[in-house]
């Protein structure tokens, strides 16, 4: 008898418990709220806080966030009269935001106000950075057309070239030209091009620890290099260097295929920036 209370204490308890968990998620899960998207004109979310995770629930939509702003996230459609599927945001502030979307050829409202009181007129964007994207344009317009800066820092296998051709600053912003070519007749699609700072060493048995940083701009065609090619792209990023005993690595990967590349940049070239006005 003493062994079947305990065991109905154990359900109790865990069904309290279980109970309090789901209140606690409520909270910081909204129910799910219904958005008409179209196939040319781009909707709009703005967020209280930065948007931290986007899954969609098909691909007939089309996201991403809005360049240079974190709390904005825009919405496509992929195509014409698609089904209604779902997507799910989670923001900087812990919340879940989840939406039911669906197709609609004329939407009444392409600019919504996402977990914010109605008085909120004119929520704060958060920016990434104090300047502009024409104002990045027009730098990086400028550094593409200027002579090459640095020699020596590039990487050639398989008929493909990276090469790092510039560094230069504004204000706290860093960028970095590169230029990728193709000297083989297949086109070069690249899967994805990533920044980590890396140790110089790896001592056997120890974790080396990779810290990754995403540009906050792009300035040109970094998808594709098509044969007989070749493509210059400028990637901005937030002003910092590193210690001596770390370096900056570029890894880039083709989509389907081996032709992988690599660049290391040592902090000496990082702070030999050229100033770009």
């Given at each position: ?7 109905l204490?154990?359900?109790?308890t865990g069904?309290?418990?279980?109970l309090l968990i789901l209140?606690v998620?409520?909270q ?17 979310l ?5 948007v931290k995770s986007?899954d969609?629930g ?12 974190e709390n904005i ?13 779902n997507?799910?945001?989670?923001t900087s502030?812990?919340n879940?935001?989840?939406?039911t979307i669906?197709y609609?050829?004329e939407?009444e409202?392409?600019v919504?106000k996402v977990g914010?009181k109605?008085?909120a ?5 958060i ?7 024409i104002?990045?344009?027009?730098y990086?317009s400028?550094i593409?057309d ?9 990487e050639?296998?398989y008929?493909?070239?990276?090469s790092?051709?510039?560094?230069y600053?504004?204000?706290n ?7 990728v070519?193709?000297?083989s ?5 690249v899967?994805f ?5 890396q140790?110089?060493q ?5 974790a080396?620890?990779?810290v990754s940083?995403k540009?906050i701009?792009?300035?040109g065609?970094d998808?594709k290099i098509?044969g ?5 792209v400028v990637?901005a990023l937030?002003?910092?260097?590193i210690?001596d005993a770390?370096?900056?690595m570029?890894e880039v990967?083709e989509?389907?295929?081996g032709r992988?590349m690599?660049?290391s940049?040592k902090n000496k070239t990082?702070v030999?920036?050229?100033m770009?006005q």
């Open positions: 008898m003493q062994y079947d209370f305990n065991k204490v154990m359900v109790i069904t309290v418990l279980a209140e998620n409520a910081s899960v909204s129910d799910p709220q219904v958005i008409e998207i179209t196939y040319n004109k781009t909707t709009s703005i967020f209280p806080a930065i986007v969609r098909s691909r007939d939509i089309l996201a991403q966030k809005a360049k240079g702003v996230l825009q919405l496509k459609a992929a195509r014409h009269g698609f089904p209604q599927t997507l799910t945001v989670i502030d812990g879940i935001h989840q939406f669906g609609k050829r939407p409202c392409l919504m914010m109605d008085e007129k004119n929520p704060d964007l920016f990434k950075t104090d300047m502009t994207e104002q990045m344009d027009n990086a400028k593409v200027a002579k090459r800066s640095i020699r020596f820092i590039n050639s296998k008929k493909i070239g990276l790092l051709r510039g560094i600053i504004h204000d912003i860093i960028f970095y030209h590169f230029r070519s193709n000297r007749n297949i086109n070069y699609d899967d091009l990533r920044f980590f700072i140790d110089k790896r001592v056997r048995r120890t080396s620890q990779e940083i540009p701009y792009i300035f065609c998808e098509s007989r090619t070749s493509e210059d990637y937030e002003k910092f260097t210690p770390k370096r900056l570029i990967f989509k389907n295929g992988n690599s660049l940049i990082i030999n920036a050229k770009i």
